[in-house]
Every structure is written in structure tokens, then in C-alpha cells.
């Protein structure tokens, strides 16, 4: 077992319903959909303790405990994962979590361009369809 894991068994038993076996414990955790931007990265993954994250992906369990980790911990231990729909993401966790934190960018946008009341920059800045957006300078994201 590596470095990253053996602080992580660490972490995460203490927190779990399962207090010896790792494997099971990973498997009562999952990824609540709430992602941070802290801005800079100085943030420290709470399960495998690696440091300068800039995202927080939390992550929960049954006993109502939560964990604020990086995107790769949720890949390297294979935290469970949902959609929108409800729908276990199995494949690809990976690109879903960037979508997710794609998704989450943009939306931190639109709010802070909403309250800061700049009319002009959010015309610039339209939505075009459910899921794609028009950046300025006519990028299209797909979130
Ligand atoms: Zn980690």
C-alpha cells in the first residue's frame, strides 16, 4: 500500500461505520455533487492529506460525516458517484468530475456577474442552450 493510502485508511476508518477493512469503508462514502472553489490552491485533501488543491469535492457517508477531498482521491479509491438523474456514473469518473467542475465554474459566473449587476458583461456572456454556454469572443463551453 502506498504512502497516499495508508493515510487515507487512516482518515477514513475513523470516520466510517466499517473500522477495519478499507475497502468497505471506501464503499459506504459518496460524492455529495458540492464542489468548492477556494480561489487559490492551498487546500489540503482531507482523506489522503496531498496538498495546494484549489477544488474540494465533498464526499459523505450513513453516519452523516463528510470529507472534503480532491477530484483524484474520488478516482483513486473509487468513491461512488451519481448524476443529476440519479444515475451511478461507473465509467469515466474521471471526465464526469471535470464536466461537474466545469459545470460549477460557470454557474459561479453567472452568479457573480448577477450580483454584481453588470447587465453589459452578461449580455456578452448568454446562455445558448441547456447545456452549452457562450463564453465572450464566441467560445462555446459544453457544461
Ligand atoms: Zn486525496
Do not use: P
Not at 82 to 109: C, H, M, Q
Amino acid at each position: 500500500m502506498n504512502r497516499w493510502s495508508e493515510i487515507a485508511k487512516k482518515n477514513i476508518l475513523t470516520l466510517s461505520k466499517n473500522k477495519n477493512n478499507f475497502n468497505l469503508a471506501l464503499k459506504e462514502w459518496t460524492f455529495s455533487g458540492n464542489i468548492y472553489d477556494h480561489k487559490v490552491a492551498e487546500e489540503i485533501c482531507e482523506l489522503c492529506e496531498n496538498e495546494n488543491l484549489r477544488y474540494h469535492f465533498e464526499i459523505y457517508n450513513g453516519l452523516g460525516n463528510r470529507l472534503l477531498v480532491g477530484s483524484s482521491c474520488i478516482n483513486r479509491f473509487d468513491i461512488t458517484v451519481f448524476d443529476k438523474e440519479g444515475i451511478e456514473v461507473t465509467e469515466n469518473k474521471e471526465s464526469y468530475l471535470k464536466k461537474a467542475l466545469n459545470e460549477k465554474l460557470i454557474e459561479d459566473i453567472f452568479f457573480q456577474l448577477k450580483s454584481s449587476n453588470k447587465t453589459g458583461k452578461l449580455k456578452r456572456l448568454k446562455k445558448t442552450t441547456a447545456n452549452k454556454v457562450l463564453l465572450k469572443g464566441g467560445v462555446e463551453v459544453i457544461i
